[in-house]
């Protein structure tokens, strides 16, 4: 009977029950039926124990980290300095939107920060210059999934902790794929400029202005390389490495730059520990319904299945992909990895798979699920931000989000693109 704990699950979700309530209410009323009350206790006893976590502590730090950046006036910096690099091109907003999403993602890992934030800025620039706002807020929330891909990262972070692998090595792989999209979305925007005649967002900057506004950035921007440097010398482990980020964005807003104020500290810390507070009670009811998974021998069954579909670990790879950008629409990444990585990571692994290949590929996989519809958080969030409909938004996300299926693929058949940084730095083999 346990095995109905996933179709009910996804009842719960389609009748619209907060995911947190429908992971703890599908298989407590299932193990309630079938008469297994003590596992109940172990199932609620299990959110706490799945919260539980010195390596999750970095979740956090580093939503306080991006807090602070985006209070500080940060943020405004990356998009001048983004401005001055490429606002000269046709279509040029739409590319600072893009290099802005890739920079801002080296400081808070979180794309809803980065859609919030970017978004309020650029949206309203964006409709002034000519833009339509459903473009405006699509382009938005497709380059918002950028950000936990470039490390660092909560997702990754998160499959780290449940899996047992390197959370160095999984930065270090994402580095590449996440630069990829940024990539394609830019072409995209370059192939639709030339075709609808986009407005230059502003003249050519000259040499000396991108010196000032390489200055202004510079402290934001040393932010990435302190945190990976710290890990990856051995320095400090990642969640320290989040702590440090703290207090170094912390230094920055109130005796470097000089853009924060005592008065703002306890909105910034409410505002990060309410978004750090959904994501580990996500995590806490994703762990609890993880107990579920293993009672009811639904590992075993699924991973016989997809064995008998093919034994060609490539043909294997395109359909977990479409599995995994199909769960992506309905249920949030960190989740989603908590509850099928222990599934399909030792599948895959066993036909010669990496590991920190296959994590790279279900963590791209899930994080564009952020982004599309009906589900996609990002997608409401841009919608809160733009003031536009969601469905108008979906439909407007679906040729970036097309470019983003594509780089997802690329780095499932050639794995180099993400394995290439990690073995050479010697965190894979």
Known sequence: MLIWFLPTFLVFLMIGLP???????????????????????????????????????????????????????????????????????????????????????????????????????????????????????????????????????????????????????????????????????????????????????????????????????????LTPVIILGGILGGIFTPTEAAAVAVGYAFLIGFFILRTLTLKEVPEILSNAGLTSAVVLLLVGAAMAFKTVVSLSHAPEQLASLILSLSENPLILLFLINLLLFVVGMFLDAGPAIIILGPILGPIFTSLGVDPIHFAIIMSVNLTVGLATPPMGLVLFVAAAVSREKVETIAKAILPFLAVEIIVIFLITYIPALSMTIPRITGFAN
């Open 19 to 221: 995911v947190f309530f429908a992971l703890l209410a599908a298989p407590g009323i299932l193990l309630w039926l079938n008469g297994q009350s003590n596992d109940i206790t172990l199932l609620y006893r299990n959110v706490y124990n799945g919260m539980d976590s010195f390596p999750l502590m970095a979740i956090p730090f580093f939503m306080l980290a991006g807090e602070l950046m985006n209070r500080g006036g940060i943020t405004i910096r990356l998009v001048e300095f983004s401005q001055a690099l490429m606002g000269h091109f046709r279509g040029g907003l739409a590319h600072v939107n893009v290099l802005s999403s890739i920079l801002f993602a080296g400081l808070s890992g979180s794309a809803v920060a980065d859609t919030s934030a970017l978004g309020s800025m650029l949206i309203p620039a964006m409709e002034k210059q000519g833009y339509t706002r459903k473009f405006a807020a699509a382009i938005t929330a497709a380059s918002s999934v950028i950000g936990p891909i470039i490390p660092p990262s909560g997702i990754m972070i998160i499959y780290a902790y449940v899996m047992g692998e390197s959370v160095a090595a999984l930065f270090l792989a994402g580095i590449v794929p996440g630069v990829m999209v940024g990539v394609g979305l830019m072409l995209m925007i370059k192939f639709m400029a030339d075709k609808y005649d986009f407005p230059v967002a502003s003249r050519k900057y000259t040499w000396g202005e991108r010196g000032q506004a390489s200055l202004k950035a510079f402290f934001p921007l």
